[in-house]
C-alpha cells in the first residue's frame, strides 16, 4: 500500500490485542489497510421505527415499547436458557425472547422504556422478536438508529465488536489518505474521493451516500484489474512466438474429415492459423457451447504444429478425458505418421519413463495428457503448442509452467459460455475467440422439468428407451455437507434403482469418494455399453463422450446453478438418437421455477448464462475462480456490469494515451499498479 499507515499492524488499534488479532488473521485481516478494506456485506437500516399495529411478518425496524412484566427463565434443556418479557404501545403487545442473554434480567426493567430493534415474527395477533438490540429510549442512541453495517464474521468475533473496530480504525485514517485516482478520471466518472468513500462504505448516513463510496471502490478495483490485465496482455504481445508455415496438407486434412466444419468452426481456426504464422506468441481462449466441436478445430492446431516440425501437449483435468482425446485423436492423424504418447498420473512408472524418453528425443509429436505434463522431468525436444481443455480447472501458473518449458504457442479451450464482457475480466491476458454455432447433425436435447408425479412415468420411459438399445445417467443431488453423505446419497439412490424401479436394467455408480481406478473402471463399462443407466454425482460433468446415452435426469435440479445444469446436459445429444434431459425440481419457490423455465426454453449456454446473471446477480455462477488474479473485495462482476463498462473505457483510455508513463497526475495509479501486480508486472512493462 502507498500509505504506510495502511501497513501498520492491525494490533495498533485500540481495544485489538493479541488473541483478537489471531482471530482476525482467519479473516485475512492483518494491518490497518486490511480491515479499513474488510467492506460490510450488507446494511441494517434501523431507522425505520414503526408502532406495534403496523409491523408485520420478517419486518426488521424499531419499536418504542415498554416493558409490562418482569424478565421470565426457562430451561428447556442443559445448554439453553430462555428469557422472556412482554412489551407494548398504545397500539399492540410484543413478546421479546433471548437465548442464553444471562444479563437481561439485569438490563431490562419492568416498567421502563426502551427502544428494540429486530426481526419481526407474527401470526395473527402474536408478535414476537427474538435477541432484539435495545437502548433506554432517553440515552443517546447508537445502537437502534442509523444505518448499521453487517460483516461476514468468524469465531470470536462480533457484530458489536467488528463496528467496534471499524470506527477505530477509521478514525484513525481518515483525512490521512492521499488519492490514487486522477482528478481528471474522478470528474469523468463521478468518483468520490477516497476518505469520504471509506467513511460511507462502513458507516453511511444515507443510502445515497453507501452507494457513491460504493461506486468509487469498485471502479478503482476493476480498473485497477484492467490496467494490470492489459499491461500482461500488451507484454505477452511483444513475447515473440514460434513463427509456423501454412501447409497445404492441412486442406486435405479438412476436405478428408467425415463431417463438414462449421462457419464458426472455420472462422476460429483461420483466427488460430493467423496467431501461429505470425511473429507473436499465440495467447488464445475457444469458447463454445458443449458439443460446439472444440476439439476438432485443436487438433488442426495440433496438426499444424506438428507439420512444422514442433510438438504439440495436449492437457485435460481428468484421466478420463486424456484417454477420451487419445482415442479419438489417434485416428485422426494416424494417415500422417504422427506419433501419440498418452501420460498421465496413472502410467506405470516404467512406461511413464520410456515415454519421458521418447519425448526428449522427438519420438512423440503429440503428448496427451493431465497434470503429470508439468512434472519438472518432461522435457520437450520443440514444444511448439500447449492446448488446456477447461481452463478454470488449470490456473495461469500451471499455463506458465507450461509455457516456461520453450516460448509456444496456448490454446486454452472451455466450454463454460461466459458473456464476453466477463470474459474480457475473467481471461483479459488471452484473445478470445467464440465458436457461436453446432454442429448441424447435433438435434437439441428436449428438456422437461417435473415433479414427483412423474416420477413412475420417468422410470418407465428410461425402461423402454433402454430396452431400445440406449443408455441413461441419473444423477444425484448436490450435497453441501460433504463427499462423504454425497457418496451416500449416490450410493442408496443406485441401490434403490437396482432393486426397484429399474429392476432387470444394469445400474453403475461413480462418486467424488471412488478410487480414481474405480471411477475409470466405471466409467469405461459405461462408454461399453456394458452399463445401462449411470447413478453419478456431478463428476460426470466434464467431458466424457458416451454417443449412446441418450436420457440424463437429474435429482433435485434446483440445487444445481443453471450453467452446471446446461453442461450436464450436454452429457446427452452426442449420438444420432433424440436425446432428453429431465429435471426434477422439488422446490415451489418462484426463483427454482424461472430457472427451470430457462432450461426448458433455451439450448445456448450463452444465451443461459446471461439468463443466470440477471437471476441470481451476485455469486461464482460459472464456478470460474480469478486465476491467481487479485481477489475481489467489493466489486462483483454480475452485478457491476455498468461500472465494468465504464472501467473498461477508462482503462482503454489510459493505455492508449500511455498516461501511466507520460503524466505526473498518474503517477500514484502507476506506482500502486505496480504494487498490486508485483511479480508480474515490471516498471518497464509500464512504460
Known amino acids: ?49 414503526k408502532k ?26 442443559r445448554n439453553l436458557r430462555i428469557y422472556k418479557t412482554v412489551a407494548g404501545d398504545e397500539t399492540g403487545l410484543v413478546t421479546l425472547t433471548w437465548f442464553n442473554q444471562d444479563y437481561i434480567r439485569d438490563k431490562i426493567a419492568k416498567d421502563k ?28 442512541r447508537k445502537k437502534t438508529t442509523g444505518i448499521q453495517p453487517v460483516y461476514p464474521l468468524t469465531a470470536g468475533i462480533t457484530q458489536a ?30 468518483l468520490a474521493e477516497i476518505n469520504y468513500s471509506l467513511e460511507n462504505i462502513h458507516f453511511p ?51 478428408r474429415l467425415p463431417f463438414k466444419l462449421t462457419n464458426a468452426q472455420l472462422k476460429v481456426y483461420n483466427e488460430i492459423k493467423e496467431d501461429m504464422t505470425g511473429e507473436k506468441q499465440m495467447n488464445r481462449l475457444i469458447q463454445g457451447d458443449v458439443g460446439s466441436g472444440k476439439t476438432i478445430v485443436a487438433v488442426l492446431a495440433i496438426l499444424l504444429t506438428v507439420l512444422n516440425g514442433y510438438q504439440a501437449a495436449f492437457m485435460v483435468p481428468t484421466e478420463i478425458l486424456a484417454e477420451q482425446h487419445y482415442q479419438s485423436i489417434v485416428p485422426l492423424l494416424k494417415d500422417y505418421d504422427i506419433k501419440v504418447a498418452l501420460l498421465t498420473g496413472s502410467v506405470s512408472k516404467k512406461d511413464k519413463d520410456r515415454i519421458k524418453e521418447e519425448i526428449r528425443n522427438n519420438g512423440y509429436q503429440v503428448i496427451i495428457g493431465t497434470h503429470a505434463l508439468l512434472e519438472e522431468d518432461v522435457d520437450f525436444a520443440g514444444l511448439g503448442l500447449v492446448v488446456t481443455d477447461e481452463q478454470h480447472r488449470f490456473g495461469v501458473k500451471q499455463r506458465a509452467v ?33 465458436i457461436d454455432e453446432l454442429p448441424p447433425e447435433r438435434k437439441p436435447v428436449k428438456t422437461y422439468a417435473v415433479d414427483e408425479s412423474m416420477r413412475e412415468r420417468v422410470y418407465n420411459f428410461i425402461k423402454k ?32 434403482l437396482r432393486e426397484r424401479e429399474l429392476k432387470g436394467l444394469s445400474v453403475g455408480l461413480v462418486h467424488g469418494k471412488m478410487k480414481w481406478k474405480e471411477k475409470e473402471q466405471v466409467m469405461n463399462d459405461f462408454s461399453a455399453g456394458r452399463i445401462q443407466v449411470l447413478v453419478s454425482t456431478t463428476v460426470v460433468e466434464v467431458g466424457v463422450n458416451v454417443p449412446n446415452a441418450c436420457i440424463m435426469v437429474v435429482e433435485n435440479a434446483e440445487r444445481f446453478g443453471l450453467a452446471q445444469l446446461h453442461q450436464l446436459r450436454g452429457r446427452v445429444g452426442r449420438g444420432k438418437h433424440q436425446s432428453y434431459c429431465i429435471l426434477f425440481c422439488q422446490s415451489k419457490s418462484d426463483i427454482a421455477r424461472k430457472r427451470m423455465e430457462i432450461m426448458t426454453k433455451y439450448n445456448d449456454g450463452f444465451k443461459i448464462s446471461e439468463k443466470d446473471m440477471e437471476l441470481r446477480g451476485p455469486g461464482d455462477i460459472f464456478g470460474v475462480r ?59 512493462a509500464l512504460n
Open 626 to 684: 480469478q486465476h491467481g488474479l487479485p481477489e475481489f473485495k467489493i466489486a462483483n462482476l454480475y452485478e457491476d456490469m455498468d461500472i465494468l463498462k465504464e472501467v473498461q473505457k477508462a482503462a482503454e483510455d489510459i493505455v492508449k494515451n500511455q498516461k501511466l508513463s507520460e503524466r505526473e497526475d498518474y503517477k500514484r495509479l502507476k506506482e500502486h499498479l505496480l504494487l498490486m501486480f508485483q511479480d508480474k508486472l515490471s516498471e518497464v
Open 113 to 140: 422504556t426502551y427502544v428494540f430493534f429486530g426481526r419481526v415474527k407474527r401470526s395473527g395477533n402474536y408478535i414476537e422478536m427474538t435477541n432484539p438490540v435495545y437502548e433506554e429510549v432517553n440515552s443517546e
Open 1 to 49: 500500500m502507498l500509505n504506510p499507515l495502511l501497513a501498520k499492524s492491525v494490533q495498533t488499534i485500540q481495544n485489538i490485542g493479541k488473541v483478537r488479532a489471531q482471530q482476525l488473521n482467519k479473516l485475512g485481516i492483518k494491518t490497518i489497510g486490511d480491515l479499513v478494506t474488510y467492506y460490510p456485506r450488507d446494511y441494517e437500516d434501523r431507522t425505520r421505527e
Open 161 to 190: 465488536y467488528m463496528r467496534m473496530i471499524q470506527r477505530n480504525a477509521l478514525d484513525t485514517v481518515i483525512g490521512k489518505l492521499t488519492e490514487i485516482l486522477p482528478d481528471e478520471l474522478r470528474k469523468q466518472y463521478s
Open 402 to 434: 507450461l509455457a516456461s518449458k520453450s516460448n509456444p504457442h496456448i490454446l486454452v479451450m472451455t466450454a463454460t459460455p461466459i458473456p464476453r464482457t466477463l470474459s474480457l475480466i475473467l481471461y483479459g491476458d488471452l484473445d478470445i475467440s467464440i
Open 465 to 496: 428407451t433402454v430396452q431400445e438399445g440406449r443408455q441413461a445417467y441419473v444423477i444425484c443431488p448436490l450435497v453441501e455437507e460433504s463427499d462423504e453423505i454425497e457418496a451416500e446419497a449416490a450410493a442408496s439412490l443406485a441401490e434403490r
Open 52 to 77: 406495534v399495529l403496523e409491523l408485520t411478518d420478517r419486518d426488521e425496524c424499531a419499536v418504542i415499547l415498554r416493558v409490562l412484566s418482569d424478565v421470565s427463565l426457562t430451561r428447556p434443556r
Open 205 to 255: 448516513a444515507s443510502f445515497e451516500e453507501k452507494e457513491r463510496a460504493r461506486k468509487r471502490l469498485v471502479f478503482e478495483e476493476l480498473l485497477m484489474l484492467q490496467l494490470g490485465l492489459m499491461q500482461l496482455k500488451h507484454n505477452q504481445v511483444t513475447v515473440s512466438g514460434i513463427k509456423m508455415d501454412d501447409k497445404p496438407l492441412m486442406e486435405q486434412f479438412i476436405n
